[in-house]
């Protein structure tokens, strides 16, 4: 599979909603998602703009394939930016469980390959959230395992 020119894989497009002041519109693909808690996912974002406010709950890497991804990290006790970055193609991170952050698409808009691990209990992924920091919604390895296996 060319991850960069792959006409088979199968996009889900996320776009804005009702409550949110920051324009979003992403769209991820599923490229494997096991039972032993590991999920690799293609994510792309149209030019400047956002996935949702979220937190990682699980271990995360994750390398930007094309464009740049603006990362924004967040204090969720205060709500206050605790800094910036752009990443460009070829860059990798890693991180584990607990990194709030916005990320947001450059002027070319950006495709990022993650690698989410996540062995425990339920399998809890991503937490979006309110800029408040509640929780609007909860991403989880079982309900993403249930929906491949129909």
């Not at 996009?11 to 979003?24: A, L, Q």
């Not at 740049?68 to 860059?91: M, N, P, Q, S, Y």
């Not at 890693?94 to 691990?117: C, R, S, T, W």
């Not at 509640?134 to 296996?149: F, Q």
Request: proline share 3%; charged share 35%.
């Amino acid at each position: 599979m060319n991850l960069l020119n792959d006409k088979n894989l199968k996009w889900k497009r996320y776009t804005e909603e009702e409550g949110f002041d920051y324009p979003i519109d992403y769209s991820d693909t599923i490229l494997d998602a096991r039972e032993d808690g590991r999920l690799e996912i293609l994510v792309k974002w149209e030019p400047n703009c956002y996935c949702h406010f979220h937190r990682h709950t699980a271990e995360i890497s994750s390398l930007v394939l094309e464009g740049e991804l603006l990362v924004t990290d967040i204090d969720i006790k205060t709500g206050k930016e605790l800094g910036k970055r752009v990443r460009v193609a070829g860059d990798f991170v890693h991180k584990e469980p607990g990194d709030v952050h916005m990320e947001q698409g450059g002027a070319n808009g950006a495709l990022v390959l993650f690698n989410i691990y996540a062995p425990e209990g339920e399998g809890k992924l991503v937490e979006s959230l309110k800029k408040d920091g509640s929780v609007i919604s909860v991403s989880t390895m079982e309900r993403i395992l249930r929906k491949r296996k129909k």
